[in-house]
């Protein structure tokens, strides 16, 4: 039994030395509980600062010339563009043009027939022959009651019958115009049944959508012509971009990913802005480019204009995990006895670059007359940051 107690005060012993000599041995600081940072702060000890070249400075306002490059496409002018339709509809009698025809304007496309057509000349010339009539008797008694021979009532009544039928008239010869005939040379002995549907512009024929025997109502689109003598790009920037483009800036573009390129001057920029935050900006394209057509997909470079927009060195900026970001300072502050200074991440959009310098956007309420940002050093920060803290352990 005494064998067994001393061998429990032995053991007991030996722990106490073990315990005591640990303790001994460790420092209180490492004893404290390891500090979590947040995750957009990176630390770093005063000998690292120095080893990592670190220089903060300010956010600058410089005037910067780029590149933006956008997309878009071939297109023209609403009056160079003209879908063709017959008011009227009826039966197609022939069929003058096919695909790809250049043709000119006032050039017959095609004949349409219809029973209205001879109806609508059979009542102008009915209703021009009772207007003649009406306007001598109303010349008659008109001066007739000047010569108190005719009373006023039955001169009112004549002269509503004259205007009636004149305008009956005027509303027939539009009804004719509308479907290509021309009341002044309309006669008894020149009515037909057939209407030559014409070209309202000189251009090439992109589409005929009828054939002949068909039967078309007025909302049918039958031939669509394209005049490319002076085409156009409509391209499509995104908002932030609004105040880098202006009128007579020039374009290079580029078509079906060839080498060649074409040069085009800004002439209209969008007023309105998009769902998608989008806006537009049309062009004119200098020269006659035979290989660009409309509804071509484009690739262009616009030649920014010098603006005054908020800029860092471009080596300040650095990507992480598909993101822009700058370093700004935190704080300086000390642990054991060691000084540390901590950066803050913040993530920014980029611009144009022009000469080492890339315009930022920055997040709402930033002050940069205010924050300290990292313009040398920025991608040992980042390092890091990547290396989950190995420089500021």
């Given amino acids: ?44 000890r005063g000998d690292q600062l120095k080893l990592a070249k670190i220089e903060t400075g300010a956010i600058g306002l410089r005037s910067l010339n780029g590149i933006l490059k956008v997309s878009g496409m071939v297109t023209v002018a609403p009056q160079n563009l003209a879908t063709v339709c017959m008011p009227m509809g009826g039966f197609v009698k022939s069929i003058a043009i096919m695909p790809g025809n250049l043709v000119n304007k006032g050039q017959t496309l095609a004949m349409l027939e219809n029973q209205e057509f001879v109806d609508i000349q059979q009542n102008y010339l009915e209703v021009r022959n009772k207007l003649e ?9 008109t001066d007739l009651y000047k010569d108190d021979v005719y009373s006023q009532k039955n001169l009112q009544q004549v ?84 105040d880098k483009v202006s009128n007579g800036q020039k374009i290079r573009f580029f078509i079906n990913n060839e080498t060649e390129q074409h040069e085009a001057v800004i002439y209209q920029t969008g007023r309105t802005i998009n769902a998608d935050r989008t806006y537009k900006v049309y062009a004119k394209i200098n020269e006659i480019c035979k290989n660009v057509i409309p509804g071509m997909y484009v690739n262009a470079l616009i030649e920014s ?19 822009d970001y700058i370093f700004v300072f935190a704080l300086n ?12 991440m913040v993530e920014v959009q ?44």
């Fill in 1 to 44: 039994m005494l064998h067994q107690k001393i061998k429990s005060i032995f053991i007991l012993s030996i722990l106490a030395i073990a315990l005591f000599s640990c303790n001994k041995g460790k420092n209180p600081a490492e004893e404290k509980e390891a500090e979590v940072l947040p995750e957009d702060i990176v630390e770093l």
């Fill in 133 to 141: 009539f009406a306007e001598a008797d109303f010349k008659r008694h």
């Fill in 159 to 242: 002269t509503a019958d004259y205007k009636n039928l004149k305008a009956q008239t005027r509303a027939l010869e539009q009804k004719l115009a509308l479907i290509g005939i021309n009341p002044a040379t309309l006669t008894e002995d020149n009515i037909t049944r057939s209407v030559a549907i014409t070209s309202p512009i000189t251009g090439f024929v992109k589409a005929v959508n009828t054939n002949i025997g068909k039967f078309v109502a007025p909302t049918d689109v039958l031939f669509e012509i394209v005049n490319s003598d002076q085409l156009l790009l409509e391209l499509t920037l995104f908002e932030k971009d609004a």
């Fill in 305 to 323: 204009t010098g603006i005054q927009v908020t800029a860092l060195p471009s080596e300040a900026i650095v990507n992480f995990e598909d993101k």
């Fill in 333 to 344: 502050k000390e642990e054991g006895g060691k000084p540390f200074t901590e950066y803050r």
């Fill in 350 to 393: 980029k611009g144009v670059t022009d000469g080492g310098f890339t315009e930022i956007t920055l997040p709402e309420g930033f002050d940069i007359n205010k924050e300290r940002v990292v313009i040398k050093g920025a991608y040992n920060l980042l390092s890091a940051k990547k290396n989950a803290g190995g420089m500021s352990c």
